[in-house]
């Protein structure tokens, strides 16, 4: 089955060590997405991949970083995870960014911040 | 600024009838998604409206006004798995998805 995939399911790491999550999509879509999500909180969208064109939001902070090498792989680096970073983190796929586009979405890593 | 509101909880019976309501302020409209996500989970598709008027789809049904800013999703027989947190999200005049912080419904046997 076509899917989106995220590994690890569940992170944990210490204050301030890098940590990478990953993203992969087998339904060959042109956008991939990160979103940051917190409890009971909506979905906040970090950047997202238009082919190899990356677009940051614009209160992203620095810490988060993203890098796409193809187009079915797709990475979100955090330089140093504070505690305020633990949250889900969530990959998307859709095919084009348009009107009646849908995003497709892992199933999510849950990254701890000791 | 863009908004998006949905109540924070609902709690209904199964077997009944629930309306979760939306109403959003956004800069233009390309479309209005609602995702279902169980607790933690993705969220998964539910519904795309772009028109006014009533889309069903199985036990779910989903309304717009663009005229009101609103949307309902409406889930009929309800199913102790249909317990999980709903997310409206309108797409704007820039293509980005702007999302409610979503409303849990709770469903009680």
């Known amino acids: 089955d076509a899917m989106v995939i995220q590994n690890p399911r569940y992170q944990v790491t210490q204050f301030g060590k890098p940590v990478t999550l990953s993203c992969s999509q087998t339904l060959n879509h042109n956008v991939m997405y990160w979103y940051q999500q917190k409890s009971s909180q909506a979905p906040k969208l970090l950047f997202h991949y238009y082919d190899k064109d990356f677009n940051n939001e614009a209160d992203t902070p620095d810490n988060f970083q993203s890098r796409r090498p193809n187009t079915s792989f797709c990475f979100l680096d955090i330089r140093s995870p504070g505690l305020g970073d633990a949250a889900m983190y969530l990959c998307a796929t859709s095919t084009s960014g348009g009107a009646t586009d849908t995003q497709y979405f892992g199933p999510g890593t849950r990254l701890t911040v000791l | ?109």
């Open chain 2, 1 to 109: 600024g863009q908004n998006i509101d949905q109540p924070t909880e609902m709690t209904a019976t199964e077997g009944a009838i629930v309306q979760i309501n939306c109403t959003y302020q956004t800069s233009g409209f390309n479309g209005l998604f609602w995702y279902q996500q169980h607790a933690g989970e993705a969220p998964t598709f539910l519904s795309y409206n772009v028109l006014d008027g009533l889309e069903e789809k199985g036990r779910f049904s989903s309304f717009l006004s663009r005229s009101k800013g609103y949307s309902y999703l409406l889930l009929k027989e309800l199913q102790m798995k249909d317990s999980a947190s709903y997310l409206c999200a309108v797409r704007d005049s820039n293509y980005q998805l702007i999302w409610g912080a979503g409303t849990k419904l709770i469903i009680k046997p």
